[in-house]
């Protein structure tokens, strides 16, 4: 039998934690009807229950809402002596918070959970079922960074791990096939196993902005345009980089309202 299939029908032990009861009752059912690979061993409606239960009965996977009458779910996570376990976190939506979660790399679900959601979600654990659980801390402190700190940080998947970088040390990113070249300043660069698509869609409300299908740039870094049919940018690092004709118009439009002109 194929590992993907051992996996597949290996029983995954888990928690719910969530404080309204009909909550709790719809994702055990929707669990039941669209993942019969995992059990639900335990359900709890605030910190102090959480924390208990979960050291009580190890599950593998957790989830957990952010937001609990007594606390939050950081607090659970920072209480429990419970430590190789994996989290998908429930939350109502707000454009802020997921793009703190896509930053993080961490599973998360919109309240009302979908069936295809939840699906994805609990399939996406399977295939992260052996990762370092070091990872998935630093994910999670990650996480509790860019929700009281305005998305300061991102985690870089590689094909070690991952990397924690500060969004402000980006300079630009290059397309390279379905992997990402990320470059910093001072000189570094990282090889990241996402295609660029996927940093124009969670850095669109950040300083970043696509200059064409090979490039992002951080705005920040942007010494220079040079007009043309779609024109240039010289970078704060001296490097140069075409703008195509298409995005132009968004770019200097993202540019002049980044900086002052006259």
Avoid: W
């Amino acid at each position: 039998m194929s590992r993907s299939a051992d996996q597949g029908n290996k029983t995954i032990r888990s928690v719910i934690i969530e404080d309204e009861a009909r909550s709790q009752a719809a994702l055990s059912k929707l669990l039941s009807q669209c993942c019969p690979q995992v059990t639900v061993v335990g359900m709890a409606s605030d910190v102090a229950s959480a924390i208990r239960l979960i050291d009580e009965v190890k599950p593998q996977l957790i989830f957990l809402d952010i937001a609990l009458p007594d606390g939050d779910g950081f607090n659970v996570l920072e209480s429990i002596e419970h430590s190789t376990y994996k989290v998908i976190f429930i939350t109502a939506y707000d454009k802020f918070a997921i793009r703190a979660f896509e930053f993080s790399a961490l599973h998360y679900l919109l309240k009302p959970i979908s069936a295809i959601e939840l699906k994805d979600a609990v399939n996406r654990f399977t295939e992260a079922d052996n990762e370092d659980v070091k990872y998935h801390k630093e994910r999670i402190n990650t996480l509790k960074s860019n929700l009281n700190n305005k998305q300061q940080k991102i985690m870089l998947p590689t094909a070690q791990g991952y990397e924690l970088v500060s969004l402000d040390d980006i300079t630009h990113l290059e397309a390279n096939h379905n992997y990402t070249q990320c470059f910093f300043a001072g000189g570094g660069r990282l090889l990241v196993s996402k295609p660029l698509i996927s940093f124009e869609t969670i850095l669109e409300d950040q300083h970043f902005v696509r200059i064409h299908h090979q490039h992002i740039v951080n705005l920040k870094y942007v010494k220079r345009y040079v007009r043309g049919s779609g024109g240039s940018v010289k970078l704060s690092d001296n490097v140069e980089l075409n703008v195509s004709k298409s995005r132009k118009i968004e770019f200097l439009d993202r540019l002049s309202g980044y900086a002052h002109h006259l």
